[in-house]
C-alpha cells in the first residue's frame, strides 16, 4: 500500500510539474526520477546555504528559470550537505554544480557559474 500511495504521489508531483512553466523547486527524488522517465528536461544544483558561490548563484537562476524561454526546464534545488546519495550517484564533488539532463540523459555540467550571461547561454545550450 506504501509503495502505491508513494507512485500516485510521485505522478501527481510529475503531472503538477508538467502543468506549471520553468520551475524552481526544492529536490525530491519521486518527482525527480518521475520527470526524468517522462522525458522531461530538468536540472539539479546543488546549493548550500554557507556557500558563497551558491548564494551569487542562487538569484540569478530563479531568474532564468523563471523567463518564457525556460518555461521547458524544471530546475531541482539539492542541499549539498544532505543529498549524499544523490551527489555521489551523479558524481557531484563541489557545491555550485548544476547538472541537466534531457530524460535519462546528462546532457551539461557546470560548476561555480555566477554570472548571469554565462549561466543563461549554458542553460540555453543544455535545453537546446
Known sequence: MKTLVAC???????????????AEVPFNQAAFDAARNAGQTV????????????????PVLKELVNSPEMKSLT??????????????????NQQSTIVVFKG???????????????LESFLHGAIS
Open 8 to 22: 500516485a504521489a510521485a505522478l501527481l508531483l510529475s503531472l503538477t510539474a508538467s502543468l506549471v512553466p520553468a
Open 43 to 58: 536540472a539539479v544544483v546543488f546549493h548550500a546555504d554557507w556557500c558563497p558561490t551558491c548564494r551569487a548563484q542562487a
Open 75 to 92: 530546475l531541482y534545488v539539492a542541499d549539498f550537505d544532505t543529498e549524499k546519495a544523490l551527489r555521489a550517484a551523479l558524481r557531484v
Open 104 to 118: 535519462q540523459h546528462e546532457s551539461a555540467r557546470s560548476t561555480g557559474q555566477t554570472e548571469k550571461a554565462a
